[in-house]
């Protein structure tokens, strides 16, 4: 961080480990962020020599060494919400219990269950959620009616939903009525939604799969730390990761 430049205030807050770009958005909006005792707006830079505090308490800059850092994969049961407010009943923080502040990496809707990411260390969080990484995650979904080689090829070719079409996607059918599916881009609902365009309606949805971590050996409501060989993989897929106008 130059002294000219600086480092904007939800990167500086996410480097730090405190919490997710997205959640520091938050936090700045609900003014419970001050830097040197003012309240800021979103957008403002961290200049060095700046003290920044969050609620109170002092965030200090993002350390070299991320030794301390939790990562942890997590088989999310059906009816878990992948929210960070402890209000709000079934969330992933009081289903997992962990000593360490930790937030989800990216979500899984409340009806489908699998494979999830969750972390102490908010920069590694802006890096997996980028589009450009185009990450592998697989799922294995039922649904209501028989599926066929016409419902492959067009799930395969993309569906127009919201204001778009989705990317070209791998589909292997599994049974007359489920499939896996294979995405690089995590819309809105989007499985489900694409189903829907195609006139089927999701029963079950599990995510199996994101990048090289798989969800085989986790029982539902389990959760395990990232070994050292997964983090290395994870960390050199998102080594050349860049910012974008979404981060």
């Known amino acids: ?138 799922y294995v979904v039922n649904v209501d009616k028989p599926i066929n080689d016409r419902f492959k090829t067009r799930m395969e070719r993309g569906i127009p939903i919201l204001g778009t079409v989705t990317k070209p996607c791998r589909v292997k059918i599994l049974g007359p009525k489920q499939f896996s599916i294979i995405l690089t881009q995590g819309l809105n609902r989007q499985i489900r939604r694409m189903c829907e365009y195609l006139g089927y309606e999701v029963t079950k949805l599990k995510r199996t799969r994101i990048m090289s971590v798989e969800l085989k050996g986790l029982k539902v409501g389990q959760w395990r730390p990232l070994s050292s060989q997964e983090m290395k993989a994870i960390n050199k897929a998102v080594a050349g990761s860049r910012k974008t106008a979404k981060s």
């Open 1 to 138: 961080m130059t002294e000219q430049q600086g480092k904007r205030l939800n990167k500086f807050i996410s480097e730090s480990g405190y919490c997710s770009r997205r959640e520091a958005d938050k936090l700045i909006e609900q003014n419970r962020v001050q830097i040197n005792g003012k309240t800021p707006e979103l957008g403002t830079k961290v200049m060095p020599g700046d003290k920044v505090t969050v609620n109170g308490k002092p965030i200090n800059a993002s350390p070299e060494n991320k030794s301390d850092r939790v990562y942890i994969a997590y088989n999310k049961p059906i009816g878990i919400t992948c929210t960070t407010e402890r209000h709000v009943k079934g969330n992933i923080i009081d289903a997992i219990n962990h000593p360490e502040r930790i937030f989800p990496i990216g979500r899984l809707d409340k009806p489908s269950e699998g494979l999830i990411f969750l972390t102490s260390d908010g920069d590694i969080v802006n890096k997996i959620l980028r589009a450009e990484n185009a990450h592998d995650k697989e």
